[in-house]
């Protein structure tokens, strides 16, 4: 008799958007899904699933930019391993507004919840993720420090760049831990930070990455890459 293994994602954002699109995604896949929340409600969208997706799913508070919520969620996950861990909660600036304009607290305020809190967060649930496991973050076509020729969203670029720099510090202090380290970049999707002009839907968008993680899977170390499987110029 086969025994199969429910493998488990923590989604880290899943309240909306991406983030709610890829825990629907893992639970359609069979896949058990610790989605975190800022606040839970009994309408959120992601009690909109079977019943089958129900029991395989567990809906946590958690607002990175608080150490104390992170720290009360990782001891509440103590003892657990984790598949893949995916880093997707973050906020957007104004595109037009630039470096030279752009205020102490609003930079701070970007920085903290695009780069350091993600970071903090993979940081604190690393340990739960065993050798061949994934960690990811949401990351950005803008977060390409070479790619950038035309400006704007100054501030959001800055915080992906930083976040992607983050990352590959990690994956140079850990290369002996085999595992698979991923900067994702979703494309421009149509969602409440991309905007109605986006030209991909997020389903379009979630199944890529789904599949190019799983592709990814056996694979340790750290890519830049984006949901159609190709490589992102740092």
């Known amino acids: 008799m086969t025994t199969t293994t429910v493998k488990t994602v923590l989604m880290v954002g899943a309240s909306r958007g991406l983030g709610l699109g890829l825990a629907k995604e893992y639970l359609r896949r069979g896949w058990r899904v610790i989605a975190t929340v800022r606040e839970v409600a009994a309408d ?11 029991a395989r799913l567990e809906i946590e508070r958690l607002d990175i930019n608080l150490p104390e919520q992170v720290k009360a969620l990782r001891q509440r996950l103590a003892g657990r391993s984790i598949d ?9 600036s104004p595109p037009q507004e630039k470096i030279g304009n752009v205020t102490t607290e609003e930079f701070c ?24 496991g994934t960690i990811a973050v949401m990351s950005s076509n803008l977060g390409s420090a070479a790619n950038n020729e035309k400006g704007e969203a100054e501030v959001y670029r800055a915080s992906k760049v930083a ?7 990690l994956a140079a202090r850990e290369k002996d831990v085999p595992r698979v380290l991923l900067a994702m970049d979703p494309g421009w999707v149509r969602t409440d930070m991309g905007g109605a002009r986006a030209p991909l839907d997020v389903d379009t968008s979630v ?15 750290m890519r830049f890459i984006n949901y159609k499987g190709k490589t992102v110029k740092w």
């Not at 305020?109 to 061949?132: D, H, I, M, Q, Y």
């Not at 199944?207 to 799983?214: K, L, N, P, Q, T």
């Open 44 to 54: 959120s969208p992601l009690r909109d699933v079977s019943d089958d997706q129900q």
């Open 84 to 92: 893949l861990l995916f880093v997707n909660a973050g906020v957007m």
């Open 109 to 132: 305020r970007v920085l903290v919840t695009n780069a350091l809190s993600p970071l903090r967060v993979v940081e604190a649930f690393k340990t739960l993720v065993p050798a061949g």
């Open 163 to 169: 976040l992607n720099s983050l990352m590959r510090s």
């Open 207 to 221: 199944r890529g990455m789904v599949e190019v993680i799983d592709a990814q899977a056996g694979r340790p170390g």
